[in-house]
């Protein structure tokens, strides 16, 4: 594996942005994502029918959960710089992992030894 997927990238997908669609597909065999990823995007508003597309959508990636490594990971990086938890855990789990996260947000990871890539990003 080599991309952990930050839960924007998901939801851009879900809202059509093509960009991230055509990311997860020619990538899809070499991303995972985070059970707080998971969690995230469930928890959007949906019919029950497309909260079913989601959950399978969601399942078809490789799930990481919550470890203590990750859970340490996540209070070095608390000391580093004040973070929404649920974003210090999908960045630590990144470190952890050596993956590379995925994400439009890149500034809610700045100051964090992580590798990032925004595939918005103009290269």
Same mark, same amino acid.
Do not use: G
């Given at each position: 594996?080599?991309?952990?997927?930050?839960?924007?990238?998901?939801?851009?997908?879900? +809202? =059509?942005?093509?960009?991230?669609?055509? %990311?997860?597909?020619?990538?899809?065999?070499?991303?995972?994502?985070?059970?707080?990823?998971?969690?995230?995007?469930?928890?959007?508003?949906?019919?029950?029918?497309?909260? +079913?597309?989601? &959950?399978? %959508?969601?399942?078809?990636? @490789? !799930?990481?959960?919550? =470890?203590?490594?990750?859970?340490?990971?996540?209070?070095? =990086?608390?000391?580093?710089?004040?973070? &929404?938890?649920?974003? =210090?855990? !999908?960045?630590?789990?990144?470190?952890?992992? +050596?993956?590379?996260?995925?994400?439009?947000?890149?500034?809610?990871?700045?100051?964090?030894?992580? &590798?990032?890539?925004?595939?918005?990003? @103009?290269?």
């Amino acid at each position: 594996m080599k991309y952990l997927v930050d839960s924007n990238i998901i939801i851009y997908h879900f +809202n =059509n942005e093509k960009l991230a669609t055509v %990311f997860l597909t020619e990538n899809k065999n070499q991303c995972v994502i985070s059970q707080i990823t998971y969690i995230e995007v469930i928890s959007f508003a949906f019919t029950q029918e497309q909260e +079913n597309d989601v &959950k399978e %959508f969601l399942e078809s990636f @490789k !799930i990481i959960d919550v =470890n203590r490594e990750i859970a340490v990971q996540a209070i070095r =990086n608390r000391k580093i710089k004040k973070i &929404k938890m649920p974003d =210090n855990i !999908i960045a630590s789990t990144a470190q952890v992992k +050596n993956l590379i996260l995925v994400t439009r947000n890149v500034s809610d990871f700045n100051f964090l030894d992580i &590798k990032v890539l925004n595939i918005f990003e @103009k290269i």
